[in-house]
């Protein structure tokens, strides 16, 4: 069945960089789309990048703008996002589905969603 994996997450101090990955399975990643989300408990799944089928169109939210670079692997499977300038708000759970890339990023849209991984930002 159609699977989405994340990994990368981690502690990181304020300013720092992290890389998550998004790994595929059963599916052929080049014919769809693919979205980033984070959730904080008690908020709802925020929308914050994602990459479009073919073209590689990108759109990114507000927040993680200029800091934040989506990629796609297809030979390998994996999307990746880039995460630079780290801040404390940064932290969450961050998820990647399938689905497909419009503006704004809205998780209902998306499907297959992964269990996340964590991204702490902390001194």
């Known amino acids: 069945q159609v699977q989405l994996v994340e990994s990368g997450g981690g502690l990181v101090q304020p300013g720092g960089s992290l890389r998550l990955s998004c790994a595929v399975s059963?599916?052929?990643?080049?014919?769809?789309?693919i979205g980033w989300f984070r959730q904080v408990p008690g908020k709802e799944r925020e929308g914050i990048s994602c990459?479009?089928?073919?073209?590689?169109?990108?759109y990114y939210a507000d927040p993680v703008k200029g800091r934040f670079t989506i990629s796609r692997d297809n030979a390998n499977n994996t999307v990746y996002l880039q995460m630079n300038s780290l801040k404390l708000e940064d932290t969450a759970r961050y998820f990647c589905?399938?689905?497909?890339?419009?503006?704004?990023?809205?998780?209902?849209?998306?499907?297959?969603w992964g269990q996340g991984t964590q991204v702490t930002v902390s001194p």
């Open positions: 589905a399938r689905g497909p890339c419009v503006f704004p990023i809205l998780p209902i849209i998306y499907e297959n």
């Open positions: 990459i479009s089928a073919g073209i590689d169109r990108t």
């Open positions: 059963k599916f052929t990643l080049s014919y769809y789309g």
